[in-house]
């Protein structure tokens, strides 16, 4: 599937500037914006009034267009369209279902899958949202446990159905070829035994494999591996990192060996940033902009999440340009990641122009600016990162340098400001 | 509560002999058995054949009344009286409830807990199970999140109702003061989210903790550790084991702490052994047998439960008698077991007399001899259970040795004649 939002040259400059076309005057920006949502544009449905105003700051006065490309990256999973007019709503703007990014949204890089029978797990939506991404075969947990009906034997109801006899196997059921984990499901419990059952079968579980070791794990995709998450209660929630890591624990308890993701999508992993990356530069170019973005500046509230998955990229982006000046073109996408984190080709993903990712960290969300904290820059950040227990995902390194951001801001106003001064970029 | 069966005198020998008087020329056996039932004396609700010659060969032919005292060890979880009954009508014997020690029934002899307001987690039955074992407080998962209806948000559905407004808290909900873990629940994130909140709190989770390192965990029991458990898929099943494996890597990976277990209960743990033993002689002096009961024999199917469990108690016996004839007669419950696993002192548990604790492995289960394999005794027993995964608890070493069974028979009828021929005891 082609995953770009305008025709493009082979150059990479979009060949559809009559947006501006008459106007040439105005400023190409070389650097684009990403937003995290809950805690820095809103706190659940309520759009915060500082990002009101910086959105202000962004558009053109005459026009009310935006004069900068900006992108939407969050890590909860929706429909990109529902998504997208909430926050045009809020701001008073056009916004693409293109220009928002949901945890799985990069999965639509992994072309390699998209045509194999892939098991989907997630709750409402979950169907619509992997076809959305490129999926043509899918199934549900409940396809599987109708065909396999010996499975899901945890709930005792479910052994009583059995023991009665009520229960049709359906042999024919094709083989499961990939497994999508979109976002947490219910029923834990079911989930992880057919998973389990799946991945020790190579997706057809009708006989035990007689060793382990011989076993082709299933291509396994998990999105977002946000641990917990801020609700109404007075302490975290279980997220879809929390089942992730009960996946892992008892894949490597049954069969002594780690489990292995073949991609990791959503904040922090590079594949994320680097789809939003390419998501700037189509938005740009869409934009009739003529110059290549040079720099992303990723504002956000999570240190461990926003600020973590700026940093990560940042480096990534490091080793791909000195791999570049070295002369390693072919393989500046690896750059030594591990391989749930490499980033695929694909044939649509412009070439990289963005040689920098900076991180702005506000304290609207889940970061609390301490009253007594006069910080504003990565040296004199004291947020003890590296006192509290590691909350990110087993295949991501901790460390705790990465969650500092290149500078503090209040809110997304205070960020906006910082942006375009340090950019010397006048909107007027 | 009291746990034993019949008057005892101080002496700790049965005052009502009045079944065996006018009987003096009746061996009086100084051994009794533990019976593992699912595997070894019937699949599923189908008892065994050599199961039925077996207790034949251990009735009196003239009153048909048992000959040795026995007892069954299983891990299922549920209420006695309908385990005994079964049993009973399969081999045409009196099988009191008494006689049945399922996974939780050791739980009888906690009686520090037992007042205490309790969670109880499991599927049905399991208010009536945890007041069978002497539970006089207790609660269920949903009585903790009717009190606190925003702890539980993985079900999309609950977070729609709890932002729709449409829920009431119980601030008087009484703390929770311990959690009895029976058997598997449905809806795992549930209970685990809700666990983990009452752990981190002290069982009051309307505040987060302002340091988890100050804070006591809650008393935890858990009942039946076995990991998977074999129906008809052609795979084993998640277990309890399973479910505990979760909530230990979810509360690692939240604290960076390990979870900790006041006690397991359960085979292979010495407790359920302990209780076991307890059972056997408060039995024997029940059918008026004079002699103090020395010797135990477990007849299993599983190497790594029945056997594993069988070991270990015969290690501990080891340990409490070197103690004894060292004078360490104070210290002899504890004999260097981990926390969860020391046995605790109970006004009337009786006097230790048993010294062994023999195994015997049978072929009709679990446990599959191979056509190849002419083994009898453990020295040339070779079921490479060392190359294998460990599935046994965390709190329980991996020592390979301990699956290893004094003796290998094809069914339950060879363990009986084996076992009356060792012990040269003759039913006539």
Redesign the interface.
């Known amino acids: 599937m082609r995953i770009t939002l305008s025709p493009v040259r082979d150059d990479g400059y979009s060949t559809d500037n009559s947006d501006v076309s008459g106007d040439i005057d105005i400023d190409h920006p070389e650097f684009g914006i990403l937003f995290d949502v809950d805690g820095v544009l809103a706190r ?1 449905s309520t759009p915060l009034e500082p990002a009101k105003r910086a959105f202000e700051k962004l558009k053109d006065p005459v026009t009310g267009k935006l004069r900068v490309p900006c992108a939407f990256v969050t890590n909860s999973c929706n429909r990109s369209y529902e998504k997208a007019a909430q926050i045009g709503s809020w701001f008073n703007l056009k916004v693409t279902p293109e220009m928002v990014i949901h945890a799985p949204t990069p999965a639509k890089l992994l072309n390699d899958v998209h045509q194999k029978h892939t098991l989907v797990i997630g ?2 939506h979950r169907l619509e949202i992997a076809a959305e991404l490129g999926f043509t075969n899918l199934c549900t947990l409940d396809d599987v446990t109708k065909a ?1 009906p ?2 899901d ?4 109801e479910n ?1 009583r159905r ?2 009665s006899g009520c229960y049709t196997e359906n042999p024919d059921f094709p083989q499961i070829e990939a497994i999508l984990l979109l976002a ?1 499901p ?4 079911s989930n ?2 057919v998973l ?2 799946l991945l ?2 190579e997706g057809k ?4 494999p007689k060793d382990q070791k011989t076993v082709n794990q299933l291509p396994l995709i998990a999105c977002n591996m946000d ?2 998450f801020m ?5 975290p ?2 997220g879809h990192g ?2 992730l ?2 996946l ?3 894949y490597k ?4 060996n780690e489990l292995e993701y073949s991609n990791l999508v959503g904040k922090p992993c590079e594949l994320t940033f680097r789809f939003a990356d390419h998501t700037i530069s189509t938005m740009a170019k869409e934009m009739g902009f003529h110059k290549p973005i040079k720099r992303l500046y990723l504002i956000g509230d999570n240190p461990n999440v926003d600020i973590y998955g700026a940093n990560l990229y940042n480096r990534y982006l490091r080793n791909v340009w000195d791999n570049y000046r070295n002369g390693n073109v072919n393989n500046r996408a690896s750059s030594g990641l591990p391989k749930s984190r490499i980033i695929p080709d694909h044939p649509d993903l412009h070439e990289q122009t963005v040689e920098q990712c900076h991180a702005l960290l506000v304290g609207t969300g889940v970061y609390q600016h301490t009253e007594n904290d006069n910080t504003e820059t990565a040296e004199d950040m004291n947020h003890n990162e590296d006192k509290t ?1 590691y ?1 990110g995902h087993r295949d991501i390194d901790h460390d705790p340098d990465l969650s500092k951001p290149q500078r503090f801001v209040a809110d997304v106003e205070f960020a906006i400001k910082h942006i375009l001064e340090k950019e010397d970029f006048t909107i007027s």
């Open positions: 659940g709750q409402e396999y010996l499975l034997m945890v709930d005792h052994r059995v023991a947490e219910v029923k834990w419990e992880l035994q389990l059952d020790l079968t579980p009708v006989e035990a641990l917990q609700a109404e209660a007075c302490m929630r279980l929390a089942f890591v009960c892992e624990a008892l308890k049954i069969t002594g227990v909350h």
